[in-house]
């Protein structure tokens, strides 16, 4: 058989289309969202390569149009669970051996399928389960998960090519093995990028996974999952199971083969899960990869040198888009007195123009809240701080679920920078605004620093450079992804590379060569070209 040194295909970020009113794909999208919206799906389990059903269902249906079932999805048992592990575990055999080219020839495959024949449908579930506008679902759903899977099948090369040195006399060699067991991904519902992404960075350095997608993603999951099948992802290397996370999570950590989990969720979800881990690390063979992407309260901190168009902007669009549903979404802003004002009014005017609907209307900027309990609670802290002395609402403050769950985008304003809306994480279309002395910029800085647990995004507007500088290293470790003159949302792959720390995660940042290292155990191999035959050192004499 021949061989050679492959080049892989340079990866470049997709272009995002722009869904313009008449435009080629604008129609398409349209047309295929209803489409989907007028039939109805079954979602089985995933189990190498067999759609299994049970019993146990649960019915799917868009946040912004909660009455319509736009299907159902099976739940595991504990076997099932078990059946997945054991399947992996055998189809890791395999799929470890398998060359790296062929890998990588599977999952680029999926990242065509994803830019044509399926780019419609994956971004037209996108708005249907996660209640997406198109543009929200296009940056996400077919260019960063499109961006993924090109990008790692680079980093994958390069890091197979960094190699130790050698000498004549011996050659050093790095080999880059998968984790010897079953990787365990766990995704959210706010990114259908992340749910791909999850799985599909751990199997292309050939590990086997147990996939367990978020309840409210289900939806286009599925849609993912019939990608990476018509892409030839072999049985058993990708099994998708939906039911109680607990279980799934308290079967997956008991075995002994777990190897490593990759997740992006709740904070206090990940802490459980570190535990549990360490609680059974003597049961395991070897010791977990424990990776996480977690929580954010993120900021924006504006100087009195900044524009305060521009700060109002980045608030507009940090705070709101996708429903400030992101994990970097602004929660909480600092903005210098002497610009409050000019801010104020442009950022009103900013949401008092929003338009709020079903992402099919494409004149929508804002959409649903993705199920019942996220609007319940957001609308418990929107109805407190309208009864605080501490508190003014100047944007927003009502909401709606008789039709979808609708939260209008709300703006609080606190004389207390450590008010309750200021510090705790809420996911959803409210910010908060503390507004402080211009004197007091270093000390607003160290009050952004030590107000919140997380650390994911954080941004600073300011024309003043000296101002910046001071930013930057007062803020060194209140953000992994930390933003200049801009909104702290929008990482692109390739480009920034995602994670935060303290409370936000592990930071392996993906998107970048960083993440795939978590996914290999490297193994050293030096071959001595003439070996001695003479125990005996020159200084022995």
Not at 290 to 315: R, W
Not at 398 to 410: E, L, N
Request: net charge neutral; charged share 25%; hydrophobic share 40%.
């Amino acid at each position: 058989m021949g061989k050679g040194f492959f080049k892989v295909p340079v990866a470049v970020n997709e272009p995002i289309k722009s869904y313009a009113p008449d435009s080629p794909e604008r129609e398409e999208v349209l047309k295929t969202y209803k489409k989907m919206y007028a039939e109805t799906i079954d979602v089985p389990l995933y189990i190498n390569g067999k759609e299994i059903t049970t019993k146990d269902t649960a019915t799917m249906s868009p946040p912004h149009d909660h009455k319509h079932v736009l299907g159902t999805y099976h739940k595991a048992k504990k076997k099932h669970i078990e059946e997945a592990i054991a399947t992996a575990l055998e189809a890791r055999k395999k799929w470890s051996q398998m060359p790296w080219e062929q890998r990588a020839g599977i999952f680029l495959r999926a990242a065509e399928l994803i830019a044509g024949p399926y780019r419609a449908k994956i971004n037209a579930a996108t708005m249907l389960a996660q209640s997406k506008t198109i543009h929200q679902a296009e940056i996400d759903s077919a260019c960063e998960l499109i961006d993924f899977l090109r990008f790692n099948v680079q980093y994958m090369t390069e890091i197979y090519a960094e190699q130790p040195e050698s000498t004549s006399g011996a050659w050093n060699r790095l080999e880059y093995r998968p984790l010897e067991g079953f990787v365990y991904a766990i995704t959210p519902f706010n990114f259908t990028a992340i749910a791909g992404n999850l799985p599909a960075s751990a199997a292309l350095m050939g590990n086997v996974v147990v996939w367990k997608p978020s309840d409210s993603q289900v939806y286009s999951a599925k849609v993912i999952l019939d990608i990476f099948r018509e892409a030839g992802v072999p049985d058993g290397v990708i099994n998708m199971v939906m039911g109680d996370p607990v279980m799934i999570t308290d079967t997956v950590l008991a075995s002994p083969d777990f190897s490593g989990v990759h997740f992006t969720g709740s904070t206090h979800v990940f802490k459980d899960i570190w535990q549990k881990i360490g609680n059974n690390i003597h049961n395991y063979k070897t010791y977990p990869r424990i990776v996480g992407e977690t929580g954010g309260k993120d900021f924006i901190v504006a100087h009195k040198s900044a524009n305060p168009q521009q700060v109002a902007t980045a608030i507009a669009r940090g705070a709101f888009e996708f429903q400030g549903q992101k994990c970097s979404a602004a929660s909480r802003c600092y903005v210098s007195k002497s610009i409050w004002k000019e801010v104020k009014t442009f950022l009103q005017a900013d949401i008092n123009s929003f338009k709020i609907g079903s992402p099919e209307n494409m004149n929508n900027f804002i959409t649903a809240v993705i199920h019942e309990g996220s609007f319940d609670k957001l609308a418990k802290f929107i109805d407190a701080a309208k009864k605080d002395k501490k508190a003014e609402i100047i944007a927003g403050g009502t909401y709606d679920k008789s039709v979808g769950y609708f939260i209008d985008p709300t703006v609080i304003v606190t004389e207390d920078p450590k008010y309750t809306t200021m510090c705790t994480e809420l996911f959803g279309p409210v910010v908060t605004i503390y507004v402080f002395d211009d004197k007091k910029w270093e000390e607003t800085l160290e009050l952004v620093d030590n107000t919140s647990e997380y650390a994911l995004t954080g941004a600073v507007i300011s024309e003043d450079r000296y101002a910046l500088e001071t930013a930057v290293k007062a803020l060194e470790n209140a953000a992994g992804n930390f933003y200049i003159n801009d909104k702290p949302t929008g990482a692109v792959v390739g480009q920034q590379p995602f994670g935060g720390a303290r409370a936000s995660g592990t930071n392996d940042k993906a998107g970048s060569k960083l993440n795939l290292y978590r996914w290999i155990s490297p193994r050293m191999i030096k071959e001595t070209f003439v070996t001695p035959v003479d125990y005996k050192y020159p200084f022995l004499g």
